[in-house]
Nanobody
């Protein structure tokens, strides 16, 4: 099972960026999917998550600015980030709860981080 994240980069304050993350490999299904971030010197924190039924949850700091969505057919999760602020600068990681075909067990998997830098 692999998670590969795309997107990120440098944007000015007030700008927008979008991230995507694809789950690949021999899988049975994907349950919860989420985005986390880790800023320098800080702990990793949940940014947003979405169940396979489409129920979402957000960190208070991004509520109303970020939108998480997913495409179940393509095992892909998206994060649209609008009105970005310098404090959103961090490495963003995707996470998914995946049932692997080899084991039929649910496991949490992480994608590689992608850097989002918001300049003031």
């Amino acid at each position: 099972v692999q998670l590969q994240a795309f997107g990120g980069g440098l944007v000015q304050s007030g700008g927008s960026l979008s991230l995507s993350c694809v789950v690949s490999g021999s899988i049975v299904g994907v349950n919860y999917m989420g985005w986390y971030r880790q800023a320098p010197g800080k702990q990793r924190e949940l940014v947003a998550g979405v169940t396979k039924e489409g129920v979402t949850n957000y960190a208070g700091s991004v509520q109303g600015r970020f939108t998480i969505s997913r495409d179940n057919a393509r095992s892909t999760v998206f994060l649209q980030m609008n009105t970005l602020k310098p404090e959103d600068t961090a490495v963003y990681y995707c996470n998914a709860q995946v049932r692997a075909r080899a084991t039929w067990r649910l496991g949490h998997y992480w994608g590689q981080g992608t850097l989002v830098t918001v300049s003031s």
